[in-house]
Nanobody
Framework: QVQLVESGGGLVQAGGSLRLSCAAS????????MGWFRQAPGKEREFVAA????????DYADSVKGRFTISRDNAKNTVHLQMNSLKPEDTAVYYC????????????????????WGQGTQVTVSS
């Protein structure tokens, strides 16, 4: 069992930055590939970014490439999402997710691949 708790959301002006964090419980954090997803009002949840168990591989949605960076610290059981040059269309609830995997270099970007989810943190970007 893994519990995920997101933090770092808030209100920011367009062009600004936020750093989201996700703290994971348990001693098996390094056996999970991690990901961030988001859901805007009236829309389906979508993939944002993913990182492999080892941190050696990352994957991003086209809409955030070059602006967002995902990272992880296996010693601290945390994963981060640095979001720069934020746009109003980035407004959403952001969710952290974990996918158990035996493959250290793989990322997982589909909802069905995730085993655990956090409760989400709201990010609002004003224009």
């Amino acid at each position: 069992q893994v519990q995920l708790v997101e933090s770092g959301g808030g209100l920011v002006q367009a062009g600004g930055s936020l750093r989201l964090s996700c703290a994971a419980s348990g001693r098996t954090f390094s056996t999970y590939a991690m990901g961030w997803f988001r859901q805007a009002p009236g829309k389906e949840r979508e993939f944002v970014a993913a990182i492999s168990r080892s941190g050696s591989s990352t994957d991003y949605a086209d809409s955030v490439k070059g602006r967002f960076t995902i990272s992880r610290d296996n010693a601290k059981n945390t994963v981060h999402l640095q979001m720069n040059s934020l746009k109003p269309e980035d407004t959403a609830v952001y969710y952290c997710a974990a996918a158990f995997t035996a493959y250290s270099g793989r990322t997982y970007y589909t909802e069905g691949s995730q085993d655990y989810w956090g409760q989400g943190t709201q990010v609002t970007v004003s224009s």
